[in-house]
């Protein structure tokens, strides 16, 4: 074979000189490409005003519970208000920074940034950023109200403070996210859900394939197996914590295994076209793109109403889940699993401690 013909003479391909300022900044063919998408679709104000409605509402609760965190300082007796507080502002700003956009797009059925791709670009950044950052968060959560069941102490579980975990949060997600303005075949504008997205090229997909693997099934995986473990550990005892009153929390634990599916409509719209007008098709556009793209961000929307449920149903201020509760505990850790709040060394109050 002629060396001219070798496809990387250099034994692995590399970058042009340039490579990350032509990507974040396409060059003109990428931006005509990008110019020539349907970017003005059928106006639905009704729609965008009733998803405003909504997400005004949400943002309402997440405000409310923020300050009832910090105002009762909940997060100097219970580990898992660091990570709700920090979901409540991570939901206002997807509520006030990144939803606009989208409303604003459905209510005039034109793409805010139809005359910059790099705008574009950043819309979808700061979406998977968002949706990643939830995702760790909702782990978190589930992870603090495993080891309150099965009387584990924080650190054996985590080894990490709360405040470095939410950090860190933002720090995977920006990086997961990061090809969505580096890489300008990545992201381009979807007409059917409205917003900028990944699109269909073998660059999205495999933007899309390892977003959802590290940023979303990982995670979610981690949060079944906590909340299966605390479900069985509710059925395994329901006499014991109907007396406590910590039965009933179950219920929230259902809510909480519901919400990686408001997504999924999301996801199938997007890549396998699901509800989609087909490209020859005529008339006004579908209005079920525009839904499951507003179900996308249903978790931002009902998470403060489900954590702050779980910090009102199931509430004792006077137990932490500290050194305090480890040294409670025997100093091992407080063992693997519960006992009955009758058994020694043990009160109710100790059992109740929080699945907050």
């Known amino acids: 074979m002629d060396d001219s013909h070798v496809p990387y003479p250099n034994g692995l391909p590399t970058a042009p000189p340039g490579f990350l300022v032509t990507t974040m900044f396409p060059p003109p063919e990428k931006a005509i490409s990008y110019e020539n998408l349907t970017h003005v679709g059928t106006p639905q104000p009704i729609v965008a005003l009733t998803f405003i409605a909504i997400t005004a509402l949400s943002v309402i609760a997440n405000m409310v519970l923020l300050v009832y965190i910090i105002a009762h300082k909940l997060y100097h007796n219970f580990i898992s208000s660091h990570f709700i507080g920090h979901l409540c502002l991570t939901n206002i700003i997807c509520a006030i920074l990144l939803l606009p956009m989208f409303f604003n797009t459905v209510y005039t059925g034109e793409n805010i940034w139809r005359n910059s791709k790099f705008l574009c670009n950043i819309q979808a950044l700061l979406t998977c950023v968002i949706w990643t950052v939830g995702s760790v968060m909702a782990l978190c959560i589930a992870g603090v109200h495993l080891l309150t069941f099965a009387r584990i102490h924080y650190e054996q579980?985590?080894?990490?403070?709360?405040?470095?975990?939410?950090?860190?949060?933002?720090?995977?997600?920006?990086?997961?996210?990061?090809?969505?303005?580096?890489?300008?075949?990545?992201?381009?504008?979807?007409?059917?859900?409205?917003?900028?997205?990944?699109?269909?090229?073998?660059?999205?997909?495999?933007?899309?394939?390892?977003?959802?693997?590290?940023?979303?099934?990982?995670?979610?995986?981690?949060?079944?197996?906590?909340?299966?473990?605390?479900?069985?550990?509710?059925?395994?005892?329901?006499?014991?914590?109907?007396?406590?009153?910590?039965?009933?929390?179950?219920?929230?634990?259902?809510?909480?295994?519901?919400?990686?599916?408001?997504?999924?409509?999301?996801?199938?719209?997007?890549?396998?076209?699901?509800?989609?007008?087909?490209?020859?098709?005529?008339?006004?556009?579908?209005?079920?793109?525009?839904?499951?793209?507003?179900?996308?961000?249903?978790?931002?929307?009902?998470?403060?109403?489900?954590?702050?449920?779980?910090?009102?149903?199931?509430?004792?201020?006077?137990?932490?889940?500290?050194?305090?509760?480890?040294?409670?505990?025997?100093?091992?850790?407080?063992?693997?699993?519960?006992?009955?709040?009758?058994?020694?060394?043990?009160?109710?109050?100790?059992?109740?401690?929080?699945?907050?």
């Open 157 to 356: 579980l985590f080894g990490l403070p709360p405040n470095m975990l939410c950090a860190l949060s933002w720090i995977i997600s920006i990086c997961l996210a990061l090809p969505a303005i580096t890489n300008a075949h990545v992201v381009t504008y979807d007409s059917g859900v409205r917003q900028c997205i990944w699109g269909n090229s073998d660059h999205a997909m495999k933007f899309l394939t390892y977003l959802l693997i590290l940023g979303v099934l990982i995670p979610t995986l981690f949060m079944y197996y906590a909340y299966i473990r605390v479900l069985g550990i509710l059925y395994h005892s329901p006499i014991v914590f109907q007396s406590i009153g910590l039965y009933k929390a179950r219920y929230l634990v259902y809510g909480f295994l519901l919400t990686p599916f408001y997504q999924v409509p999301f996801y199938l719209t997007t890549v396998l076209r699901i509800g989609q007008r087909a490209a020859e098709s005529e008339g006004p556009d579908p209005l079920l793109p525009i839904i499951f793209m507003f179900l996308a961000y249903a978790n931002c929307l009902i998470s403060p109403f489900l954590y702050g449920a779980s910090l009102f149903m199931i509430k004792e201020e006077d137990m932490a889940l500290t050194a305090r509760a480890h040294k409670a505990g025997g100093g091992n850790g407080g063992g693997g699993a519960y006992h009955h709040p009758s058994s020694a060394g043990h009160h109710p109050a100790g059992v109740q401690a929080q699945l907050i």
